[in-house]
């Protein structure tokens, strides 16, 4: 059994992770706010304190070798004294520090001269008060930079996921209200881009500067909620490079060691990131059936200090579907586990179900997922495998908002 490693946060990545460990008899320590947080039942042991109490993370650390995070809402300021101490951060303080934070990632793509999407700050929206009094007429509550045209796309530079912290724009009216109702400095505003497919692509780095790759996949969104994943995508060869060689500059720019997770654009306008993740991500759940290693096991294997290997597809594909909430549940409700939709999707061919065990349902919170090994070799064969498999996770598990959703 190798050293303990720690990780920050407990919720469903966090108990994919203690699974992963598990088979690889790596002992994890877990620091979460409650003792009912997925990660709990199969950690080695818990702190029990909220994720961004530093005096917590201080006891984590006399407890492993390393800690790695569950998500980037890091408090990179106060952890910083125990890095000075010696604590090891995998990955490090450091390079989380350009992409703890949307703003951060967009001025970090700029520097590397990597393909994102146009953006301004808020606050660039905000008329300069020298022009308040200008020619008699009453002020405009926004402004639209030079060269910049609607509709285009708002987000909050910290704290949003999963669609929230988004908005869309269609005119000067919407940008005044976005301006007046939140802080303008932690918002920024990217153009809207016009793309065919979404993509994404899990890569990690060891601490032997060797950088590994998953396959290059679609995701789909419902409601701005990722609904589907298809791995691998049907996709030339030079974009599957583009990608990989732009992961490869990110990690190794930032002599960053772990997970990291690029969402991409792909249309007219080629290969564009949209976001960055630094840790496992949803577009990644589907190769813990269909990869030699998966993503939670590249993150154990870096954080532990050993080398990684390319993973390898062990099937010709997967479908890999979030079971997103489609009703109110309260915990107390005796139907709140799901368990005859459960059943049912379990007794699917080559399906496999992983139930986060969250308490209570609302409608689009992530409860689980199911990922569904696909057998076709052509690429448009398994595409149309995986639609029909898709039809049939529906039936059986009906998105928010469709009619069969109670």
Not at 219 to 239: G, I, R, Y
């Amino acid at each position: 059994m190798g050293p303990a490693i720690g990780i920050v946060g407990g919720g469903q990545l966090a108990w994919m992770l203690a699974e992963a460990a598990q088979r690889q008899q790596i002992p994890l320590q877990v620091q979460t706010p409650s003792s009912e947080d997925p990660a709990v039942s199969l950690a080695a042991g818990v702190v029990q304190a909220p994720v961004r109490d530093v005096a917590a993370t201080a006891e984590l650390a006399t407890r492993c070798s390393a800690i790695s995070f569950e998500n980037e809402w890091i408090d990179l300021e106060g952890l910083a004294p125990l890095a000075a101490q010696g604590v090891q951060f995998v990955p490090s303080l450091q390079a989380l520090q350009p992409l703890v934070c949307k703003r951060n990632q967009r001025e970090l793509l700029q520097r590397l001269n990597l393909p994102s999407p146009r953006w301004f700050p808020l606050t660039a929206a905000i008329p300069p008060k020298a022009n308040a009094a200008s020619a008699g007429r009453p002020a405009p509550a926004a402004v639209c930079p030079e060269g910049f045209s609607f509709p285009l796309m708002a987000k909050a530079a910290t704290g949003g996921y999963d669609g929230k912290g988004t908005a869309v724009l269609q005119g000067l009216d919407d940008l005044a209200a976005l301006i007046a109702r939140v802080d303008p400095a932690n918002w920024i505003v990217e153009e809207f881009v016009a793309f065919e497919q979404e993509l994404a692509l899990v890569a990690a780095r060891d601490r032997f500067g060797e950088v590994v790759c998953l396959p290059l996949v679609q995701t789909h969104q419902h409601q701005q909620v990722c609904d589907w994943v298809l791995a691998p995508v049907e996709a030339s060869h030079a974009l599957q490079q583009a990608a990989r060689n732009i992961a490869a500059s990110l990690l190794t720019s930032l002599d960053y060691v772990g997970v990291l997770s690029l969402e991409f654009f792909y249309g007219r306008s080629g290969l564009l990131i949209n976001e960055l993740a630094p840790r496992t991500h949803n577009s990644g759940h589907y190769s813990i059936e269909a990869s030699s290693s998966s993503q939670f096991d590249l993150q154990l294997l870096s954080v532990s200090g050993e080398r990684l290997e390319e993973p390898s597809l062990l099937v010709p594909g997967a479908l890999m579907v979030n079971l997103l909430g489609f009703e109110q549940r309260s915990a107390e409700d005796p139907a709140a586990d799901y368990s005859e939709q459960r059943q049912a999707l379990s007794a699917l061919p080559e399906a496999h179900l992983h139930w986060y065990g969250k308490r209570g349902s609302s409608l689009g919170r992530k409860l689980g997922h199911l990922t569904v090994l696909l057998r076709s070799s052509e690429p448009e064969q398994r595409r149309e495998e995986a639609m029909q498999r898709l039809q049939q996770v529906r039936e059986i598990w009906p998105l928010p908002g469709d009619p069969g959703a109670a």
